[in-house]
């Protein structure tokens, strides 16, 4: 079983910075792929940036040069760095760990970027 427990949304200005936390717990081991997604209500979820076993990074074109994903094996943490944000970057961001070709997902959290 895998838990996953995202922390660090909130509401924050346009131009400003968040740092987003997806604690992993449970069985960690043959991990393929770690990533953040986020929804809009009424929108498909998007793929926002991953880590793919090996090291390889991924980045949505919407958020490249402006978020950074990074792990911390000792804490079995995921985080997304998120600077300069944009009102078009408000929604639901889910982090997501692909094991062994099972997708576990985070409950989600809110962020709204706002004025």
């Known amino acids: 079983q895998v838990q996953l427990v995202e922390s660090g949304g909130g509401l924050v200005q346009p131009g400003g910075s968040l740092r987003l936390s997806c604690a992993a717990s449970?069985?960690?081991?043959?991990?393929?792929?770690m990533r953040w997604h986020r929804q809009v209500p009424g929108k498909q979820r998007e793929l926002v940036a991953s880590i793919i076993s090996g090291g390889s990074i991924y980045y949505a074109d919407s958020v490249k040069g402006r978020f950074t994903i990074s792990g911390d094996n000792a804490k079995n943490t995921l985080y997304l760095q998120m600077n300069s944000l944009k009102p078009e970057d408000t929604a639901v961001y889910y982090c997501?760990?692909?094991?062994?070709?099972?997708?576990?997902w985070g409950q989600g959290t809110q962020v709204t970027v706002s004025s």
């Open positions: 997501n760990i692909v094991i062994r070709h099972n997708n576990y």
């Open positions: 449970g069985s960690l081991f043959s991990i393929n792929a």
